[in-house]
């Protein structure tokens, strides 16, 4: 499950338990945080970057979710 971590410097960030992608454990919470994370990535002014399909906060990493992650690490 994701949850809030803080780094030395006391600014806190999101981490996950398990890697999210492809050949990764994708465990559901992992997923889901990283699902929701980049579905509100692509709104407002950054909305003409969002890749092809329709993102689902459902735990399942599927060719979607997959290919949101390949575009927002490019």
């Known amino acids: ?10 600014e806190d960030f999101y981490n996950l338990v398990k890697a999210v992608g ?4 994708n ?3 992992d ?5 929701y994370m980049l579905k509100h990535l692509y709104v407002g002014e950054k909305a003409h970057l969002k890749p092809p399909g329709e993102m689902k ?3 399942i990493c599927g060719p979607v979710t997959i ?6 690490q490019r």
């Open 22 to 25: 492809s050949n990764c454990p």
């Open 31 to 35: 997923v889901m945080m990283i699902q």
């Open 67 to 72: 290919n949101w992650i390949l575009t927002y």
């Open 1 to 10: 499950m994701g949850f809030k971590d803080y780094t030395t410097a006391g």
């Open 57 to 59: 906060v459902d735990g």
């Open 27 to 29: 465990n559901r919470d």
